[in-house]
T-cell receptor
Framework: GAVVSQHPSWVICKSGTSVKIECRSL??????MFWYRQFPKQSLMLMAT?????????EQGVEKDKFLINHASLTLSTLTVTSAHPEDSSFYIC???????????????FGEGSRLTVL | AQSVTQPDIHITVSEGASLELRCNYS??????LFWYVQSPGQGLQLLLK??????LVQGIKGFEAEFKRSQSSFNLRKPSVHWSDAAEYFC????????????FGKGTRLSVIA
């Protein structure tokens, strides 16, 4: 089945630095990818929708200048947490929808997640 | 508005006992429903999904779920729970295609005791 890969799986950084998380669709092209954030013991909250070749669409309350999303190709979307602070520590998960019926129309494939810890 | 309610935050069952995790949804169109499982520190794994047809859906690891339109429910069941089933379970609803994400419930944490 379709695979979505995230990198890095774990990252620890100092407060004030920027961190980039990559999300790749390995065996399909994804014109749309979704970024979710999950705080400990909570559900997944949609942060933004990443569209290849255009600006991302952010959910209400998500700072677009803080969480920069770039979807430069059909297989790669990146999330950059700029000037990270301890409150940004979270589990970030990306997902991508395959447009191929053979891979399950409507199913979102999820990456393994990236755990960010800001000291 | 689209929403998913998982009424049970935490459930504890004995190994070998049956399990039912509840999920109710609110969705403006024909819902497409999913159950995902998440082990600690891991990503999401799809257990099963309902698009159309038979309302009883079989998934991986011996799980099944039944779509009941009249009750707006999509409860997850397993006849005999194994210790390895201990995890967080998320119900989600979404559209079949297009640039629409899934909406997730808050999750139910399953603990399995000997």
């Amino acid at each position: 089945g379709a695979v979505v890969s995230q990198h890095p799986s774990w990252v620890i950084c100092k407060s004030g630095t920027s961190v980039k998380i990559e999300c790749r669709s390995l065996d399909f092209q994804a014109t749309t990818m979704f970024w979710y954030r999950q705080f400990p013991k909570q559900s997944l909250m949609l942060m933004a929708t990443s569209n290849e070749g255009s600006k991302a669409t952010y959910e209400q309350g998500v700072e677009k200048d803080k969480f920069l999303i770039n979807h430069a190709s059909l297989t790669l979307s990146t999330l950059t947490v700029t000037s990270a602070h301890p409150e940004d520590s979270s589990f970030y998960i990306c997902s991508a929808r395959s447009g191929l019926a053979a891979q399950g129309v409507g199913e979102l494939f999820f990456g393994e997640g990236s755990r960010l810890t800001v000291l | 508005a689209q929403s998913v309610t998982q009424p049970d935050i935490h459930i504890t069952v004995s190994e070998g006992a049956s399990l039912e995790l509840r999920c109710n949804y609110s969705y403006g169109a024909t819902p497409y429903l999913f159950w995902y499982v998440q082990s600690p520190g891991q990503g999401l794994q799809l257990l099963l999904k309902y698009f159309s047809g038979d309302t009883l859906v079989q998934g991986i690891k011996g799980f099944e779920a039944e779509f009941k339109r009249s009750q707006s429910s999509f409860n997850l069941r397993k006849p005999s729970v194994h210790w390895s089933d201990a995890a967080e379970y998320f119900c989600a609803v979404g559209a079949r295609s297009g640039n629409t994400p899934l909406v997730f419930g808050k999750g139910t944490r399953l603990s399995v005791i000997a």
